[in-house]
């Protein structure tokens, strides 16, 4: 078998057979094809797709080239929730107990944040004490002993992904559906949960900018997922708003325990119970309807709420409610003018968080736990002058002066009011 002759079938549109992506695959994971010939590959798939068996097995192949979780064990009650990223998104930590606390079995692993965007793993890592670098091991105890942990990716998991990602990168390759499906769920098949629940984020906060763009990648994501084996579904949410009011690692915690507590902004609380509800339904093989009601008593009864203690304290937390370091300054942001918000860019107010010292632009950046935002309004609020529109909070006093001029730059106000835009948009 020749990379020469894989390259010119793909070229040609021929569809590539498991043998041939396999042989790809573990060649360029162990050096023996060059980078020259894999670009070739990607650019002949980006011009000519791949057929959904294709994509299947690409995607099978990634998961195979590194470490992978067997959750065997477990049977079939193992979850997994995979977000596209976005602001202030912190619904793990929100649907992790929620579905924990009805006999379904988080095991998951999680990344950090980079860019505009949040990382689980940064946020847990605001609880004190809080261990996201658990060893096979202690991840196994843990699950057993209470239905979650969440855990930091391993260095060695998908790296034929890594590998590819970072190709794709500079061969202006990276806008391929199949090969944006194939890398996230990859890294969902080798972390081994029965169920896979895909928040598909659109709009300005997002990856993907439409709501079409995003359904063809829910799309295209669930169908691998079956084809595999795996009961799979996607919610397609809204991201042209910060989800919630509260952006940064320790604020997104103390708000996502606002809403285990019964309270909490509507928009987060509804996201969650609807990821929640899908992780429920397919894991039990119950109807949505009967999942729903069962999420919703375990968010009002607290029942979610005292499983979140359990796994925070089990997985090292020094309290089981959790007390933050508080940022040594703040800043309110006020308006101008009188109106309505009628636009709030959601990937300009997280790099205004980041700005703050909330995230990275770099991977070895520091973050300032402390670090973030607080929305005072969103999109469709009336405001008039002189009222806050949010509350900024920093360690680095001197960052509120860019971190303002950046945070304005993403509202739009307006005489009249927007109408409502669709939290969410589709189940697939």
């Known amino acids: 078998m020749r990379m020469y002759d894989i390259i010119k079938k793909k070229r040609d549109g021929g569809e590539l057979s498991r043998e041939e992506i396999d042989f790809f695959i573990k060649g360029y994971v162990d050096g023996s094809i060059p980078d020259y010939q894999a670009s070739a590959l990607c650019m002949a798939i980006f011009y000519t797709g791949m057929t959904e068996k294709e994509t299947a097995d690409l ?27 976005g602001v202030g998104d912190k619904t793990t930590l929100i649907v992790a107990p929620i579905c924990a606390s009805l006999g379904c079995i988080m095991a998951k692993m999680s990344g950090r944040g980079l860019g505009h965007t949040g990382g689980t793993i940064d946020k847990l890592e605001s609880i004190e004490g809080f261990n996201t670098a658990l060893s096979p091991e202690e991840f196994f105890a843990q699950v057993e002993k209470t239905g979650i942990a969440v855990v930091g990716q391993t260095g060695n998991l998908t790296p034929a992904d890594k590998k590819l990602y970072a190709l794709r990168d500079v061969t202006a390759t990276v806008d391929s559906m199949p090969l944006i499906a194939s890398s996230i769920m990859s890294k969902k098949l080798a972390a081994g949960a029965h169920t896979i629940v895909l928040d598909v984020k659109y709009g300005s906060g997002a990856f993907m900018k439409t709501p079409e763009e995003a359904e063809a990648l829910a799309k295209e994501m669930v169908k691998i997922g079956k084809t595999c084996g795996r009961n799979t579904a996607a919610v397609i949410t809204n991201m042209n708003r910060p989800l919630g009011n509260n952006i940064g690692n320790s604020l997104e915690v103390t708000e996502a325990i606002d809403v285990l507590k019964g309270n909490g902004p509507e928009d987060l609380r509804e996201v969650c119970l609807t990821l929640a509800t899908q992780i429920v339904a397919l894991s039990k093989n119950i109807s949505e309807n009967a999942a729903r009601k069962l999420t919703e008593d375990a968010l009002n009864s607290g029942k979610a709420l005292n499983k979140f203690k359990e796994w925070i304290v089990s997985q090292g937390a020094k309290n089981e409610n959790p007390v933050f370091k508080k940022a040594t300054h703040k800043h309110e942001i006020k308006s101008s003018v009188d109106g309505y918000i009628i636009k709030t860019d959601a990937e300009k107010i997280g790099i205004s968080a980041v700005i703050l010292g909330a995230g990275r632009e770099k991977k070895d950046d520091i973050i300032d736990m402390s670090a973030g935002i607080i929305l005072n309004k969103k999109t469709g609020d009336k405001v008039n002058k002189g009222d806050v529109i949010a509350t900024l909070y920093s360690c680095n006093e001197s960052s509120f002066t860019s971190a303002e001029e950046k945070f304005l730059s993403a509202l739009k106000i307006s005489d009249t009011k927007p109408e409502d835009e669709p939290l969410i948009y589709k189940i697939i």
């Open 59 to 85: 995607t099978l192949a990634m998961a195979a080239s590194g470490d992978t979780v067997d959750l065997s064990r477990f049977k079939n009650l193992t979850a997994d929730k995979h977000s596209t990223g």
